[in-house]
Nanobody, 124 residues
């Protein structure tokens, strides 16, 4: 099992930046594909970004491509989401997730473990 704890959320003005972190417990961190998802009020949880086990491949939702960057440090059991040029529509609770299998990276049902979420609010 793995436990995930997000941090780094907050309130930022449009055009600003935030860096989210997600720290994981356990000694098999590098065996998990990791993803970031977000959920705005009244909306379904949606895929934001994903990263392969060794970090060599990344995936992004079209809405964040070119603005967000996912990365991981397997030595520190941590995955990051650097968010630049933030927009009010990026406002949501952001969740990190981990999966040990080989499912579709963009599906919430693929992931086995979830963090508790961190709030990101972008003011206009």
């Amino acid at each position: 099992q793995v436990q995930l704890v997000e941090s780094g959320g907050g309130l930022v003005q449009a055009g600003g930046s935030l860096r989210l972190s997600c720290a994981a417990s356990g000694r098999t961190f590098s065996s998990y594909v990791l993803g970031w998802f977000r959920q705005a009020p009244g909306k379904e949880r949606e895929f934001v970004a994903g990263i392969s086990r060794l970090g060599g491949t990344t995936f992004y939702a079209d809405s964040v491509k070119g603005r967000f960057t996912i990365s991981r440090d397997n030595a520190k059991n941590t995955v990051y989401l650097q968010m630049n040029s933030l927009k009010p529509e990026d406002t949501a609770v952001y969740y990190c997730a981990a999966e040990s299998g080989f499912g579709d990276y963009y599906r919430t049902s693929t992931y086995d473990y979830w963090g508790q979420g961190t709030q990101v609010t972008v003011s206009s």
